[in-house]
């Protein structure tokens, strides 16, 4: 039975009611009219039987649903103002959770990617995780918790197919490696145990080199000078997913892999061992804190056989690999996932307060359906509707943004969150916005049903709707709103302000150096004429000749840390491996002048120095000398020659501290030695100050390196100021987006604070009228209003400022220099937003202050 069939039931019950009031004497009207107030009302009645036999929650869905679209419909600008703040609040939303989606939460690219664990020591001493050779092989025999376990380095590497050469990042493998990351090639095979002098290509490196050749299996290729065989080419699917962040080693992309030469025999604890990276997968069902437990009772008995090395400093660490992959990364998401939502709950406040307004001028229009017999429950299901209608259409506005501009945000934090290449828009990301869509809808459309719920529609019917049910009460609730948006754009505009100050103070520079002119380039120097160490320095020296004679250089040099230690100064008494640790730079003459360093003290370093000679920085004399002066002191740095001694070098200058690598950490003691008295030497960087623009001179640069020997792939051109923004380029990604969230917040809360302001203007424009009337003069009625924005504004600043001051103290690990209560930017975010709130106040002010009194009395 449908509704035509009840209401002619209905029809023909009241009919024959009225015949049977007729016959008692009524006349027809009062029969008919007995009998209706018999059955009550009839259209309440027929739905509810209706629901009793039929699901009619389905019907009243889609006639609200058809109501709401048509309601929408004649109100367009209503609608895309709506439509529009929605998306801006949801699109945010989604485009965050996409980046949380494809770092946190979806796994790594391997089998069973929940069991792989990061297996490593921390020393704490030097502050660097790193396992010792013999170490690992010890965990590998003894360990019971895991199923398989490999170690991997990785580093840079000159590789020549066909008379051509270039640099590329490449993995060195133990056994059992590619078992554990479950590799399958999809040429050839991988290397096993027995194979030594193989290499296996990533499907990238397949391409970009042999053009996709099947047949490059069985092909020798030349890395660093020695001959390798392809064995095998992976799938295009598979990618290096594991940590890559060893300090020295300047490596992004892992583009092919070669077999590990060290076993357990030729591993013995010293100074000749390897430092390698451990990857484990645990057994099904053996939890991490039982494999923790197990490694710890290992190293322990390590450590007690070797008391007088560097084993008392060490902590074991096993973690999820997939923690430590996101390291970092996981708390600058959650504050940006934090940031954007209050983007989010703004944009409902603002969509609350233009619901409430909307609400005032249909107040008429919701009385009659309630006198035709629509209850309160169907009245708010109606409004949520509409405001879910409106949600998801922002959503899908949102949803068409983030599509667009995805492609931009992943290019811009490539480099600064791990796995963010592999974001994309999936399924995981459409449901999180269809449930955000709806969430929203739910939370700006609640308050103004709640409103209308509450109203006396009676009063408003014989009104005409102008006792408005959202008077005094709705205006309370839309200043409530404006100051809780208000409060929420505090917070924002804080965390942006403190990562503003926190960028610009890691990138002061000192005079003298110009990022933006240093050319800087890397070049491998790599194969077997290059082994003995004269011949590296020979080449040196042929290339800084020839740097100097280029027209267009102010100065050049070439340098490279070459590593570093603990300290031990002449005169100065320190515990055995406690002192002070120092980096060591192997530096030609020019190399520190061109990069602009400034000389405190002493003098520079020369190419043909008559011995061993070193220049300090003055954060090394704060550590080493405090306030004594450093000249003519000996020190002793590590012996390239002979491993486990040391060789001892006297001071002969200081400079000042330059931040040219790291902006984002304080300067730590360093030490320059000239390149040719340099304990290790391997590649270096070239360091060039250029007269115009640094690009202009790159081609110059690399033609002079290919003129002495063309086999030498150089890499990593840029200027210093790049590299510079490259090595901040998380901090970077975390304000960029936080800056745009704070925008959004602000223009968001003005917009709020305007609308609120218009609403209370035309809520009170007869007694704004009246008071003219009296004699009130326009400046007196510009100050009332202002007046009132101001101190709804203040009150909302004051609770963001407390507010504020808590949440901010999460974000201390992103900031560099500044304290998260820093009073200055406390201070310059309430002044911006009282003034924005004062100015979004004043054009409601100076219209209430334009209200014709005649026209305001006539109307009233």
Avoid at 59 to 85: C, E, G, K, S, W
Avoid at 438 to 459: C, D, E, K, Q, Y
Avoid at 669 to 676: A, C, D, G, S
Wanted: net charge positive; with cysteine; proline share 5%.
């Amino acid at each position: 039975m449908n509704l035509d069939d009840l209401h002619r039931d209905f029809a023909e019950h009241i009919e024959m009611e009225t015949r049977d009031n007729i016959e008692r004497g009524m006349t027809p009207e009062e029969a008919r009219a007995a009998a209706l107030r018999k059955f009550g009302n009839v259209g309440r009645i027929t739905e509810q039987t209706y629901e009793v036999w039929h699901r009619g929650w389905l019907d009243r869905l889609r006639q609200d649903l058809r109501y709401a679209i048509r309601t929408l419909r004649r109100q367009p600008a209503f609608a895309a103002v709506a439509i529009l703040t929605l998306a801006l609040g949801i699109g945010m939303n989604t485009a965050v959770f996409s980046v949380v989606n494809a770092v946190l939460l979806r796994p790594l690219p391997y089998p069973d990617a929940d069991r792989l664990t990061w297996v490593t020591t921390y020393n704490e001493r030097i502050k660097m995780e790193a396992v010792a050779g013999p170490d690992y092989f010890d965990w590998q025999q003894q360990a019971t918790s895991f199923e398989a376990m490999a170690h991997y380095g990785y580093g840079n590497m000159s590789l020549a197919v066909d008379g051509e050469s270039d640099q590329l990042g490449l993995a060195t493998v133990g056994d059992g490696f590619f078992a554990v990351t479950g590799a399958r090639p999809a040429i050839g095979r991988v290397f096993g145990p027995a194979d030594r002098m193989t290499i296996v290509l990533t499907h990238r490196l397949f391409l970009r080199r042999f053009h996709g050749d099947p047949n490059v299996v069985g092909k020798t290729v030349t890395l660093n000078g020695d001959q390798y065989t392809i064995c095998g080419v992976l799938p295009e699917d598979y990618r290096f997913a594991l940590p890559l962040d060893f300090p020295g080693q300047d490596v992004r992309t892992i583009e092919a892999y070669v077999p590990s030469q060290i076993t357990a025999a030729n591993q013995v604890r010293g100074r000749a061992m390897v430092i390698v990276n451990v990857v484990a997968r645990l057994k099904r069902g053996v939890p991490i804190e039982r494999a923790r437990a197990e490694i710890e009772t290992i190293e322990a008995k390590i450590a007690a056989a070797h008391q007088d090395g560097f084993y008392p400093y060490l902590k074991v660490r096993v973690e999820p690999m997939q923690d430590k992959v996101v390291g970092g990364s996981r708390r600058a998401l959650l504050v940006l996932l934090a940031a954007v939502g209050f983007v989010l709950l703004i944009a409902c406040g603002n969509m609350a307060n233009l619901l409430l307004a909307r609400a005032g001028a249909r107040q008429r229009e919701i009385a009659i359906r309630a006198a035709i017999g629509a209850g309160r429950g169907r009245m708010i299901g109606q409004l949520l509707i509409e405001g879910a209608v409106l949600a998801l259409a922002g959503g899908a506005a949102g949803l068409a943004v983030v599509r667009l501009a995805f492609a931009g945000i992943v290019k811009l934090g490539a480099q600064a969150v791990p796995r963010l290449a592999d974001a994309s828009i999936d399924a995981r990301v459409l449901g999180f916005t269809l449930l955000l869509s709806l969430a929203t809808g739910v939370l700006f459309g609640f308050g103004p049903a709640i409103s209308l719920s509450r109203a006396n529609l009676g009063g408003m019917l014989k009104d005409g709707g102008r006792t408005a049910s959202t008077g005094v009460s709705g205006l309370r609730i839309r200043r409530v709103l404006m100051a809780a948006e208000l409060a929420l754009s505090v917070v924002l505009l804080t965390g942006a302000g403190l990562m503003i100050r926190s960028f610009w103070r890691m990138n002061e520079h000192p005079a003298g150096f110009q990022p933006e002119r240093l050319l800087t380039m890397k070049i491998g120097l790599s194969g077997r004429e290059y082994r003995d160490r004269s011949a590296r320095v020979e080449y040196c020296d042929r290339l800084v000749a020839r740097l100097r004679g280029l027209a267009g250089l102010r100065a050049a040099g070439v340098g490279n840390a070459i590593g570093g230690g603990f300290v031990q100064a002449e005169g100065v008494q320190f515990p055995p491996n406690q002192g002070p640790r120092t980096s060591l730079h192997a530096v030609s003459q020019g190399y520190c002048p061109a990069i602009g360093m400034r000389l405190v003290r002493g003098r520079w370093l020369t190419d043909f120095e008559p011995s061993d000679v070193v220049m300090v920085n003055e954060a090394f004399v704060r550590a080493v000398y405090q306030t004594a002066d450093p000249l003519g002191r000996h020190i002793s740095l590590p012996s390239g020659s002979h491993p486990g001694q040391f060789d001892t070098a006297t001071i002969v200058g200081v400079v000042a501290d330059l931040k040219y690598a790291k902006p984002d950490e304080e300067p730590a003691p360093e030490t320059y030695v000239p390149i040719r008295y340099a304990p290790f030497l391997g590649g270096f960087n070239v360091m060039a100050l250029v007269e115009g623009k640094a690009v202009s001179m790159a081609g110059p640069l690399r033609q002079a390196v290919a003129e002495l020997d063309r086999t030498q792939p150089v890499y990593d051109v840029e200027t210093v100021e790049q590299a510079l923004a490259d090595s901040v380029a998380p901090r970077r990604f975390n304000l960029l987006l936080l800056a745009v969230f704070a925008a959004a917040a602000l223009a968001l809360a003005v917009i709020g604070v305007y609308g609120v302001m218009s609403y209370a203007v035309a809520q009170r424009s007869q007694e704004i009228g009246v008071r003219m009337a009296l004699g009130a003069q326009r400046g007196a009625v510009v100050r009332m209003v202002v007046g009132q924005a101001a101190g709804v504004a203040v009150c909302g600043i004051a609770a963001g400022v407390v507010a504020a001051f808590e949440l901010t103290k999460i974000m201390k690990s992103l900031l560099y220099g500044v304290q998260p209560t820093d009073p200055a930017t406390f201070a310059a975010v309430c002044g911006i937003l009282l003034g924005a709130a004062l100015l979004a106040g004043i054009v409601p002010a100076l219209r209430a202050a334009r209200v014709d009194p005649v026209v305001a009395l006539r109307y009233e």
